[in-house]
């Protein structure tokens, strides 16, 4: 199952992704939010995502989006088993990487780098699009080396 939530600055980007989940024949389960409040807090949203990730993180994936994405990563990365990497626009490469390499199992999008409270440059929709898709598309490589440094991730603190 793929996890969609967002605060407001993700919203509108949730709404497209949501639409090309569908063309693309994926399984999905919006979160929230479903309207537009501009005072709304990311890790409200997010927890819930990153916890059912956690659940099942070899099965279940997110696709969590903000202004930055940072706040939302790291929100998400507290969870045992979630790997969230982020995606703010440029080269989509970096999603299939995170994925190949990090075996990646949540796309924290940042939808309006830049943006303020009174303007948003938002992430250009074809940037997102590939790199959602990438990510989707892409499996893990598996190579004992990836294996070895994820291991040493998921030991830390425990």
């Known amino acids: ?7 407001h600055r993700g919203l509108a980007m949730k709404e497209k992704i949501k639409q090309w989940l569908s063309e693309w024949n994926y399984e999905y389960e919006d979160l929230g939010p479903t309207e537009l409040n501009p005072t709304d807090d990311y890790p409200d949203f997010i927890h819930p995502a990153a916890a059912k990730v956690s659940q099942n993180p070899k099965e279940n994936r ?3 989006l903000g202004c930055s994405g940072q706040g939302e990563a790291m929100v998400a990365n507290r969870y045992p088993g979630v790997r969230a990497a982020v995606f703010y626009g440029g080269d989509p490469e970096i999603a299939r990487l995170a994925r190949e390499h990090n075996d990646s ?3 924290s999008i940042g939808a309006a780098l830049g943006s303020t ?3 948003s440059r938002p992430t250009p929709e074809d940037e997102v699009k590939a790199a959602v898709r990438l990510w989707l598309e892409t499996p893990f490589s598996g190579d004992e080396r990836h294996v070895r440094r994820i291991a040493k991730i998921e030991n830390v603190n425990r």
């Open 1 to 7: 199952m793929i996890y969609l939530t967002s605060d």
């Open 62 to 64: 997110a696709i969590i």
């Open 105 to 107: 199992n949540i796309l």
């Open 117 to 119: 409270n009174d303007e």
